[in-house]
């Protein structure tokens, strides 16, 4: 196997062997590129034939399915490619028989990116991780009934190109148009919750798991949980959000169910330890998944695209009954359990989306005037195991009492029940969502930006990015399309930038890895 798409990668350049750092066995590494290769087939297909909705929703479940910690079952990958298979057949019904084979439709082998001239595989791996984050906004989107044209079309067009013989300065531009047609992906998103579950408000998060039968939701899918909601209300079972659903209890449509009681544990990584004999069953609506150990396997539900070997799952019918039967079945904690944050924080807040923080926006804009704000910090990205993570918590302690911090994605765990104070009415760290969620920070900064009559470069704001897996390759090509300059990231800059790649985004982006919290905070601050 070859994967070197995500941030644990091993050895900083690439998993191979039988297994990769996340559990992904040679297998299902091997399925995930021919599906991948299928995807770029009827791609091409497309590009004679009509598409359908039925192509779009294949093309974005496809590339969903690959991403880091969401399917490790090769079985489920095999009947994904099979629907790739149909739907090609579906659309040029001809071609599987055909006598004279053009090849313009055929299957790519994958192998060919990955033994390409370095900065080609560099430049085609950023455009290949980049879809399968577009595609995965694009997935939360659909299932609420929100479609954009302009991203799915540019999903074939990238995934056509990932086939095509192409030079660096011709597939540069496309890496980069990955970035803007994800900012409408997000935008997109952003309509589909807000429209659907309220505009979030700023809401206090208990830690505490009361006693008796509970769930614990994570993931991303907001429709998961509302429905999960629904068929959990009255039957004696609270609901718990973990990881990047913690945001959900902002959300108006969502917050209003009393059994919806909290969050449960912190980020993705420590699954395997938090979870360890929960007497709770688990609903993984998306990524984070990992590997799940035998002490809590039995009480793991899977849903959407998410697949594990031997994991129940749930299907598109949404009947949760098996995850509400587990649950009763455990009964939970005899006695509610006080848990706390990293560093100790029994509560923690969400909610300051830019539905809020817009609103307050002449108050800010005074606050900084008046030097009471003197500058932002933009801490936000995936968590991961690396031990370098911890930067971000002392990068967000050591920030001055007149400095503000906007956090988002499932990294802020490494602060967020810290209690840092308040200025004029706003607490110093403020949650704004998800990692899709990016989208509100681009629309405050480019708020501010407008409100001091400057560019989003000249603004009193940092961004200080941690990455692990592929949405945040697509945020991140969102923010150089935007020509956001001066981003610190780490922990570790991704393995698929080759040299010449990198010098690139230093030269043109001014793109820094993390250093250490101090020197770089100073550096912000200079
Ligand atoms: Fe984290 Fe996982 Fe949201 Fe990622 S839970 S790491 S960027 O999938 O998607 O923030
Ligand atoms: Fe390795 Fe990450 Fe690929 Fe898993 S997703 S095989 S950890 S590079």
């Not at 085609?124 to 595609?135: D, E, N, T, Y």
């Not at 659907?196 to 939701?217: D, H």
């Not at 005074?366 to 990205?381: E, Q, S, Y």
């Not at 050591?398 to 009415?425: E, H, M, V, W």
Request: include cysteine; charged fraction near 20%.
């Amino acid at each position: 196997m070859f994967c070197f798409q995500c941030e644990q990668t091993a050895g900083c350049n690439g998993c191979t062997g039988k297994r990769g750092v996340c559990g992904k066995t040679a297998d299902v590494a091997k399925a995930q590129d021919e599906l991948t290769g299928a995807l770029i087939g009827l791609a091409k297909t497309c590009g004679n034939n009509p598409k359908t909705a039925d192509t779009d929703r294949v093309i974005i479940e496809g590339l969903f399915t690959t991403l880091t910690n969401v399917s490790f079952n090769e079985e489920t990958v095999r009947v994904m490619i099979e629907r790739v298979e149909e739907e090609k057949s579906r659309i040029a019904p001809g071609c599987g028989t055909c006598v004279a084979k053009c090849g313009n439709t055929d299957n790519y082998d994958m192998e060919q990116i990955w033994n390409a001239d370095e900065d080609i595989r560099s430049l085609k791996s950023l455009l290949l991780f980049g879809i399968r984050g577009v595609a995965a906004y694009a997935y939360h989107a659909m299932v609420l009934g929100y479609q954009s044209e302009e991203v799915n079309f540019f999903l074939y067009k990238a995934l056509a190109t990932l086939s095509m013989d192409l030079g660096m300065e011709e597939l540069l531009p496309v890496v980069l148009e990955t970035g803007k047609v994800n900012l409408t992906c997000m935008e997109l998103l952003d309509r589909a919750n807000t429209e659907t579950y309220g505009i979030p408000k700023p809401t206090e998060v208990s830690l505490k798991v009361e006693k008796g039968p509970f769930i614990v939701v994570t993931g991303h899918d907001l429709r998961d949980l509302k429905l999960l909601l629904e068929q959990t209300e009255g039957k004696g079972i609270n609901i718990y959000t973990h990881g990047e659903m913690l945001p959900a209890h902002a959300y108006p449509e969502l917050k209003k169910y009393g059994h919806l009681k909290g969050n449960f544990g912190t980020a993705w990584q420590n699954q395997q330890k938090e979870f360890a004999d929960l007497p709770g069953a688990i609903l993984f609506t998306t990524n984070c998944l990992m590997p799940p150990k035998e002490s809590y396997a039995d009480r793991v539900f899977s849903t959407e695209v998410v697949s594990y070997p031997g994991v129940v799952h749930v299907d598109d019918g949404k009947d949760f009954t098996p995850v509400i039967e587990k649950a009763l079945e455990l009964g939970g904690f005899e006695e509610d359990r006080q848990y706390k944050g990293i560093n100790g924080g029994e509560k923690l807040t969400t909610g300051f989306g830019h539905g809020t923080i817009l609103q307050a926006a002449d108050q800010i804009v005074d606050a900084v005037k008046a030097g009471a704000i003197r500058h932002f910090f933009l801490v936000g990205g995936c968590d991961g195991a690396r031990k370098g993570r911890n930067y971000y918590t002392e990068f967000v302690k050591q920030t001055p009492a007149d400095t503000i911090i906007l956090t988002l994605a499932c990294g802020k765990y490494r602060f967020n029940d810290l209690d840092l104070g308040s200025i004029g009415g706003f607490p110093r760290i403020m949650d704004m969502g998800q990692c899709n969620d990016a989208y509100g920070a681009i629309k405050v900064a480019v708020a501010l930006a407008e409100a001091f009559d400057c560019g989003v470069n000249e603004l009193p704001l940092s961004m200080v990015l941690s990455w692990y897996e592929q949405k945040a390759v697509c945020i991140l090509l969102t923010l150089l399309h935007l020509g956001i300059k001066n981003i610190y990231l780490g922990p570790s800059l991704p393995a698929f930038l080759s040299p010449n790649v990198l010098q690139y985004l230093v030269e043109n982006y001014q793109i820094s890895p993390i250093g250490d919290p101090k020197e770089d905070l100073e550096k912000m601050l200079g």
